[in-house]
């Protein structure tokens, strides 16, 4: 690899880290199934909600990531989707910002 090439992606990997929340996550809570899961599997849930905060919707449709982006404006709730190892996990930021949560689809 060139210095250019080492350079690039240094700055690319830079750009990733100083991404501005768009967004609180106010208290961040998971059910006991998820927490579990993530135990299981040493999971760190941190670059998730990173994903989450930064307008990373993960697995999500299409007109779900067009409803967070207006979510984001305007004060809706925002959901996100995660594949976590082998589990899809939500991850639900309430309108008022107070709170995030980590679920699975059938704790809803």
Do not use: C
Not at 20 to 36: H, N
Not at 49 to 67: I, M, N
């Amino acid at each position: 690899m060139t210095t250019s090439q080492t350079n690039h992606r240094s700055t690319n990997s830079h750009k990733l880290d100083t991404v501005k929340p768009l967004f609180s996550l106010g208290m961040i809570v998971a059910t006991r199934g998820v927490l579990a899961h993530l135990d299981r599997h040493a999971i760190n849930a941190q670059g998730y909600l990173k994903r989450h905060v930064t307008g990373d919707w993960g697995d999500t449709p299409q007109e779900d990531a067009e409803s967070n982006r207006d979510a984001v404006k305007y004060g809706a709730r925002i959901l996100s989707a995660y594949d976590m190892a082998g589990e899809r996990v939500w991850i639900i930021t309430e309108a008022d910002r107070s709170s995030t949560t980590l679920l699975f689809p059938s704790e809803y």
